[in-house]
């Protein structure tokens, strides 16, 4: 860890702040790392530890003419140090700073992140027992299909974000590598314990090999990490929007007092937090391809990457940031209507067992194509006239000559069609 100052929240992290101070922690381990070696005094490593500083605005004054942010800071620096500044950025070149600043930036970041995912997580498994054997109707191509539970609903989304959590490990882990290499990667002017020093200390591990910057593909896999979680949100969120309609209205985020829904419509409740997440969800999606566009470079190095990344990497991580803090709110709050649930389970009059007839017949000996008709032509007079659909197989002697009536009904059970949702429960540990 950097020892000179705690570890920022998610907006600090991209602040020019943060971002000096471990330019400056760099730079400093660098050269304690050489005077170790004895390429420096000793004096001077301590020299700057003890004086080493900069200020923000007078780094952009010197930007202003050098047209170099690094060149800027240094020179900032050595107003500070004096005479042993000469020592700072031995051998190193930009990108040593930059990329390996980056990098602990993306591993702060992703920690953080990494926090909301296991915060979120602990939510979805609180809620998806909490209705864990709460009846709704399982909804394909948005039509009515078979039972299910809603707390299944719940568990399906904990088991995605345990996914998303293993995913952003293997991201920060990926990102947290940190570069001392010179200016095209060969050490020709350090030596390789510098690297190790310096990365040992950011709690980073040395890129293996490198050109005049830490390759791309890093930063890819660590952005695409948080599309794929965004696109996780999207389709809780989704959901959520689609069961708070009107129409439906199973599910709905918290209304708090005073709220206002439309400027024109009193009445109004809306999906508003999901809606939000949908958006966002966008956005790192499209930062995401950027990303994957900053994997080729010219030869060891071009800076096409860098004007882009200053933009998607602050921008990627806080707006996930954001998001997992609305959807902890949202999940945590959600208004869910079991008594609506089973409403609209009740909508389609029982049409929701028509496999479990279809496949009953093809146990007894009936093909599958004439048991399909055998059983289509009742669901099709249950969807015209909206009457049990088990009255409809009763009545029909071709069904009842295979399944008596009192079979019929004991096939129709809710609890039959759910008996292995505590099973589901306990094989995902929740």
């Not at 990457?305 to 998001?323: F, G, K, N, Q, W």
């Not at 049990?388 to 069609?417: G, H, M, N, W």
Request: glycine letters at 6%; charged letters at 25%.
């Amino acid at each position: 860890m950097i020892a000179r100052y705690t570890r920022p929240e998610m907006g600090a992290i991209w602040t020019d702040d943060n971002k000096y101070k471990i330019w400056l922690e760099i730079e400093t381990l660098a050269c304690e790392a050489q005077a170790e070696l004895g390429v420096i005094p000793d004096e001077a490593a301590r020299h700057i530890r003890a004086t080493g500083n900069f200020n923000v605005e007078r780094v952009l004054e010197i930007e202003e003419t050098t047209k170099h942010d690094v060149i800027a800071f240094l020179t900032n620096v050595a107003e500070y140090v004096g005479e042993p500044a000469r020592y700072i950025h031995l051998g190193m070149t930009s990108s040593d700073v930059l990329d390996t600043c980056l990098s602990v930036q993306l591993k702060q970041a992703g920690e953080l992140l990494l926090g909301r995912v296991q915060q979120l997580r602990s939510i979805l498994a609180r809620r998806a027992n909490e209705f864990k054997h709460t009846l709704c109707i399982g909804r394909t191509h948005g039509i009515h299909a078979e039972p299910t539970t809603f707390g299944l609903k719940m568990l399906l989304w904990h088991e995605e974000m345990k996914r998303n959590e293993e995913r952003l490990q293997k991201a920060i882990a990926t990102i947290a590598v940190g570069m001392i290499s010179g200016a095209v990667g060969t050490f020709e002017h350090l030596s390789m314990q510098v690297e190790e020093y310096v990365c040992k200390h950011l709690g980073l591990q040395p890129a293996s090999v490198s050109t005049q910057v830490i390759q791309r593909d890093r930063h890819a896999e660590f952005l695409s990490t948080l599309a794929v979680i965004g696109g996780t949100l999207e389709k809780i969120a989704t959901e959520i929007r689609h069961l708070q309609r009107t129409e439906v209205l199973e599910a709905e985020e918290y209304f708090s007092k005073g709220q206002k829904g439309s400027s024109a419509m009193p009445h109004k409740r809306n999906p508003i937090v999901s809606e939000r997440v949908c958006g966002l969800a966008r956005l790192l999606r499209g930062n995401a391809m950027a990303a994957m566009e900053n994997i080729a470079l010219w030869h060891e190095r071009d800076i096409s990457h860098s004007s882009v990344e200053r933009v998607i990497c602050p921008d990627s991580t806080i707006a996930l940031d954001y998001m997992l803090h609305l959807m902890i709110n949202l999940v945590d709050k959600l208004l869910v209507y079991p008594d609506t649930m089973q409403k609209n389970f009740d909508i389609t009059c029982g049409l929701h067992y028509s496999q479990t007839i279809l496949l009953e017949l093809a146990k007894r000996g009936v093909s599958r194509e004439n048991a399909y008709a055998m059983v289509q032509r009742n669901a099709m007079q249950t969807w015209a006239e909206r009457k049990p659909f088990l009255d409809y197989l009763v009545a029909d002697a071709e069904i009842t000559a295979i399944l008596p009536a009192d079979e019929l009904r004991s096939l129709c059970d809710v609890q039959k069609s759910l008996r292995n949702v505590d099973a589901i429960f306990a094989r995902c540990g929740v």
